[in-house]
């Protein structure tokens, strides 16, 4: 019997998103090990079933959509640039809060009446030639471009963008900023209308192998699980407070006419076993927004609470992760 065809996970091997995806996996407690730096495999212990390779961000989006590797972690602009129209590339996760970024046209400096897509318009015509624009994303540019109608030439591009204006083989650039402190260095700037698309990093998979594997498809679910818990868990904090009170009712009853204490599902309420019986104490755990600690800790005070522990929360697990129902939905 033929042993059946790994599972495979792309992570990028280079660029900002390389350390990033790395560090974002082993929060989400699927560290990735790999025993010899210089190799381009590696393997998840938490998920003895996937085997990881690493390749070029944009090699990822197609290795996913031809099938030789099931699942993809990349920048949402590859995966909007190279996906292709057959729809083999499912996006499993759109937002894993890493290699934020936006793909935006920016122009030179000098061209001081260019401000926006009309401007940008007039610029075409006053020079009396389609716009040449240098990029590494010729899908996306070239179909915002058009949808715009701004008449224009694409140049295709690897290297480094921002020196094309200056140089005189490009007009204006489409390319990916994120402080903008790049463009800014090479006297560039983003038209204010001109963001072609917002990226991060996302999770992709081969529809399918996702349809046709059933260990695939339970493989897509643990990945889902495990990332969605550890993002749901990131923005919220675990907090066990000591209360006094005549019970545990009375004490829910008090924190639900709150904003921010009632927790999740509400309030989990336990007595504390005290030396002094003629005072009753309850130890009460909840989970808040990070951003919302302050009002929660105020919240318990006034309901006669102390003695207030914070902690962070590793994961939140759901009855059934939502993205997984997506995918189940997106298959059928």
Known sequence: MSNPSPIRLALPSSGR??????EFLSQAGLPVFKPNPRQYQAAIPALPGLNVIFQRAGDIVVSVRQGSVAFGITGLDAVEEKQGEDGEVLVLHDRLGFGQCALKLAVPESWSDVVDLSSLRCKAKQLGHPLRVATKFPVL???????????????????TLEAAPNIGYADLIADLVSSGQTLQDNRL???????????????IANRKALKENPAVLEMGRQLLEYIEAHLRAKENLLVIANVR???????????FTKRVISGLQGPTIAPVVVRNKAQSWYSVTIVVRRDQLSQAIAELRSIGGS?????????IFEEEPPRYKAMLAALR
């Not at 540019?141 to 290297?159: D, W, Y």
């Open 17 to 22: 998103l390389e350390p990033l995806a790395l």
């Open 141 to 159: 540019t070239g179909r915002f471009l058009q949808s715009h109608g701004i008449p224009h030439t694409l140049i295709a591009a690897e290297g």
């Open 189 to 203: 700037r983003p038209l204010v209308d001109g963001e072609i698309l917002r990226s991060e990093a996302a999770l």
């Open 245 to 255: 009170g005549e019970g545990p009712e009375q004490i829910a009853q008090a924190m």
């Open 307 to 315: 003695g207030i522990i914070v902690t962070p929360v590793t994961y």
